[in-house]
């Protein structure tokens, strides 16, 4: 059986990662692009992606400002290399589900050689138009829902400047990609029904090398920032959390061994656990006991936490480690408080040097 370690913290291990290699502005370009927009009722995914056709190889590809595009479809960044997409005026998803019902994304990076995604203006704005999928999923669990955005095996990527706002599922998913530099955006997604805006992760990152996350506000019910399986050389800074879990790693263990290393979180709020490790994730004590995982956690170091908890959770801090496996953490400088002034962080299998008073009782 295997069992799956899942964390939700505030700063992990750290290597200082590479340079991101982003596409210089001295790329020359070959042509600028506008596609041409139609009615709400129409689809401009199409003249989007054409627009790869043309502009896609070192060229520049232009949502002007003030201008709404609407999506049936996918937009496919195949055609692009080195080139520039630049969001000043609007994407809007249809807001009919049965269109989008088992696409992966509306936008699809794929085997792309140098890109960037951005607004050079702060107005651009991807609407994923989600209040539907957010109705429609809290009775049909088979409703297969599209990320945002999907980034697979692709180098040399840069996204900043603009707004994602409501997406039906994941804003940004990446996998087997190296080199993706994420900044200065802004991620909200907000139900006006009582269904909540679920599996809403704002950057969920998965067999990846050199990734950054920076200057980012993300307002969501899920996890804030998440690498997972298979992701090495990762730096988030500089992230405010709104409602989420907060930035966790994990979980880990679905497919056998998975590793995460080489990681720093660095400035951020609004985690939902000060610091938490569980080593058998979504599982009770009695499965826990039977099947006890081997996890290894080596080189952590959580440094100077501080601030006061909202008091949904009494113990500022749940760390529970694999009895089987290595607890190697070093908590430095920890002064979280719940609003009765307490500090309490609940333990188990944690070494004697970790630097905080332990109280039995850690779960998960």
């Not at 920890?334 to 962080?345: I, M």
Request: hydrophobic share 30%; aromatic share 8%.
């Amino acid at each position: 059986m295997k069992l799956l370690i899942g964390l939700t913290l505030c700063a992990l291990t750290y290597a200082a990662p590479s340079p991101i290699d982003i596409v210089p502005d001295r790329v020359a370009r070959r042509a600028v692009c506008t596609p041409a927009s139609g009615a709400s009722s129409g689809n401009d995914s199409p003249a989007i992606t054409s627009a790869f056709t043309t502009c896609g190889n070192g060229g520049t590809i232009v949502i002007p400002e003030g201008v709404t595009y609407y999506l049936k479809d996918s937009i496919n960044f195949t055609g692009c290399a080195n080139c520039d997409f630049q969001i000043e005026g609007t994407l809007k998803a249809n807001g009919d589900t049965n269109i989008w019902n088992g696409k992966r994304a509306f936008l699809q990076v794929s085997k792309v050689t140098g890109i960037k995604i951005r607004s050079l203006t702060g107005k651009g704005v991807i609407d994923g138009n989600g209040q539907n999928s957010y109705d429609r999923f809290a009775t049909d669990k088979t409703f297969s829902r599209p990320s945002m955005m999907e980034i697979t095996n692709s180098k040399n990527v840069e996204v900043y400047g603009f707004w994602y706002k409501n997406p039906p599922s994941v804003f940004n998913s990446v996998k087997d990609t190296t080199n993706i530099n994420f900044h200065n955006l802004k991620l909200s997604a907000i139900s006006k029904s009582t269904n909540l805006p679920k599996n809403t992760d704002g950057f969920a990152v998965v067999r990846t090398s050199y990734t950054v996350v920076k200057n980012v506000e993300v307002t969501n019910t899920d996890d804030c920032v998440v690498p997972k399986g298979g992701v090495e050389y990762f730096h988030a800074e500089n992230v405010v959390c709104n409602g989420s879990h907060g930035l966790s790693i994990g979980s880990l263990g679905k497919s056998g061994l998975e590793e995460v290393k080489h990681v720093l979180f660095k400035n951020f709020t609004g985690c939902e656990y000060g610091f938490q490790v569980q080593s058998c994730y979504n599982e009770d004590a009695t499965y826990c006991a039977s099947n006890p995982g081997i996890v290894s956690l080596s080189q952590i170091k959580v440094k100077n936490f501080a601030g006061k908890t909202n008091g949904k959770y009494v113990p500022t801090a749940n760390i529970n480690c694999s009895p089987a496996g290595t607890c190697d953490i070093q908590i430095v400088n920890w002064g979280v408080t719940t609003p009765s002034g307490a500090n309490t962080v609940y333990c188990a299998n944690t070494p004697s040097s970790l630097g905080v008073t332990c109280t039995a009782g850690a779960s998960g």
